[in-house]
């Protein structure tokens, strides 16, 4: 069966999207890195598949903002 929903979307859309994961999984690969986080690789590859679920599980994960907002209080 083909869904008549894939052809809505205009290509402009794609070429966004494409351009959005590219560069969350860039920013997570060297982020990761610079912090000598384990394993940037999987944050990278992880970061181009999917948005933004990769970037919210490594802020709170490897970046660790959550303590932050303890601080404060």
């Not at 069966?1 to 351009?19: E, F, R």
């Not at 590219?22 to 912090?35: G, I, N, P, Y």
């Not at 940037?40 to 994960?61: D, H, N, R, S, V």
């Amino acid at each position: 069966m083909k869904n008549p929903n894939w052809d809505a979307l205009p290509l402009w859309a794609w070429i966004g999207i494409a351009i959005l994961l590219l560069v969350q999984s860039t920013w997570l690969f060297v982020d990761a890195r610079k912090r000598s986080a384990r394993y940037p690789w999987f944050w990278g590859i992880w970061g181009i598949i999917q948005a933004p679920t990769p970037l919210i599980i490594y802020l709170f994960a490897v970046r660790k903002i959550h303590r932050r907002w303890f601080r404060k209080a």
